[in-house]
């Protein structure tokens, strides 16, 4: 067995729990080199014991002597900081997951595929502030990038073989999140408890919001406008609350290419981290006679404006999707927190993007620029709520 190095980024987090549930089943197959957490010092330190990773990093350089401290006596190197985590992930791996939550991953993210090995994206954020520069990057330096994302992975599946020449339409399934049914009376009052209790999916608490406003869906067309440049009139998004059909690709003979899997993320990252191949996981195979039925029907942009905001910004390019992005990260930290009720994430992230409109950024200190100040009227718009 040929062994492969593997650095996950975020390993604390839900994609890094999955990612490393399948190299748990996979012993002498990965050899870990980089493992890293904001600031759960504890289980990090845990996770690169039992994994023998080489450097274990918190991002959050108050929790490095918590690290260092659970470290102890291992040969596994403990760093912190910003810096630090750059410099982890530009280790050369074979493979690295880029699963940190939040524009925070953008950094680290750049410095993976930098070191031109193989990136598996779960980060959309950062490939939505930085949409242009980054797959710049990719380009440059010869990295092959594989969508973690399950709508992504699963068009990069429906293509495979097929001339994107030939693709009439791309449509991205939306479960449309927890509160899907709701009025828009009742979506005013929705709390954050219930926000985050998706009904198919178990993930972070971030991308759960997301899912509920369906910025999740929003940020997911960006990231497809980049990933898979067909134009962006050719991409829909359909919801399909059972999140069996992942996502489908149509060609120009009315053929329609369609993806199904469990809604478990470990199909997608299995998908990535044995790629051009395949390996097992320890998923239910997929039974259509119990599930019956599978449902479609169009999004509603009245009460979920989400979408519409999200489709502006890809239209708009330049800077526009990182000011999104940057809103909604501050919007939706604020709805967590109690400061704004859940149908104001919508409104701050449009009036952002109506008072800042800066030009184009052309490199990675420009994205940052933008994403700062980006968060900077945000959070002057929530403290004039
Ligand atoms: P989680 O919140 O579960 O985990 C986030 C990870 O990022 C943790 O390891 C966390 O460390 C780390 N982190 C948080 N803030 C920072 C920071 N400022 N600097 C460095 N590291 C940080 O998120 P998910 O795993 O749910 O999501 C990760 C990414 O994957 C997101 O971009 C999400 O949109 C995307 N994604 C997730 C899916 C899912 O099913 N969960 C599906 C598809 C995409 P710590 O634990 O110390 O806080």
């Not at 469990?262 to 981290?273: E, F, T, W, Y």
């Not at 990182?322 to 927190?337: D, P, S, Y």
């Amino acid at each position: 067995m040929t062994t492969r190095s593997i650095s996950i980024l975020g390993a604390t987090g839900s994609i890094g729990a999955s990612t490393l549930d399948l190299i748990r089943r996979e012993p002498g197959k990965w050899r870990v080199v980089a493992l890293t957490a904001n600031c759960q010092a504890a289980e990090l330190a845990r996770l690169a014991r039992e994994f023998s990773a080489e450097v274990a990093v918190v991002a959050d350089e108050s929790c490095l002597p918590e690290l260092r401290e659970a470290l102890a006596g291992s040969r596994i190197a403990a760093a912190g900081g910003a810096g630090a985590l750059v410099e982890a992930a530009a280790r050369p791996a074979d493979i690295t997951i880029a699963a940190i939550v939040g524009c925070a991953g953008l950094a680290p993210t750049m410095a993976a595929i930098e070191q031109g090995g193989t990136v598996a994206l779960a980060n959309k954020e950062a490939l939505v502030s930085a949409g242009d520069v980054m797959i710049e990057a990719v380009r440059r330096h010869g990295t092959t990038l594989l969508p973690v994302d399950s709508e992504h992975n699963a068009i990069f599946q429906c293509l495979a073989g097929n001339d994107p020449a030939h693709v009439r339409s791309i449509t991205l399934t939306a479960s449309g999140g927890p509160f899907r049914d709701w009025s828009a009376e009742q979506l005013a009052a929705a709390t954050p408890a219930q926000a985050i209790r998706h009904p198919n999916w178990d993930m972070g608490a971030k991308i759960s919001v997301d899912s509920a406003t369906m910025f999740n869906k929003g940020l997911e067309l960006i990231e497809a406008h980049h990933l898979f440049p067909v134009g962006l009139d050719k991409l829909r998004i359909v919801v399909h609350p059972q999140s069996v059909v992942h996502s489908m690709v149509e060609y120009r003979d009315g053929s329609t290419l369609a993806q199904l899997g469990p809604s478990d993320m470990r199909v997608p990252i299995a998908s990535c981290l044995a790629w051009p191949a395949r390996m097992d996981t320890p998923c239910d195979p997929l039974d259509l006679a119990a599930l019956g039925e599978l449902t479609f029907r169009a999004p509603d942009e009245q009460r979920f404006p989400a979408t519409r905001l999200c489709r502006q910004a890809a239209e708009a390019g330049g800077a526009a999707p990182a000011v999104l992005n940057a809103a909604n990260e501050v919007a939706v930290a604020a709805f967590l927190a109690g400061q704004i009720p859940f149908s104001r994430i919508a409104v701050m992230v449009e009036a952002t993007m109506t008072r800042y409109t800066p030009p184009a950024p052309t490199s990675l200190a420009e994205v940052f620029g933008v994403d700062t100040e980006a968060r900077a009227h945000a959070r002057e718009l929530l403290e004039l709520a």
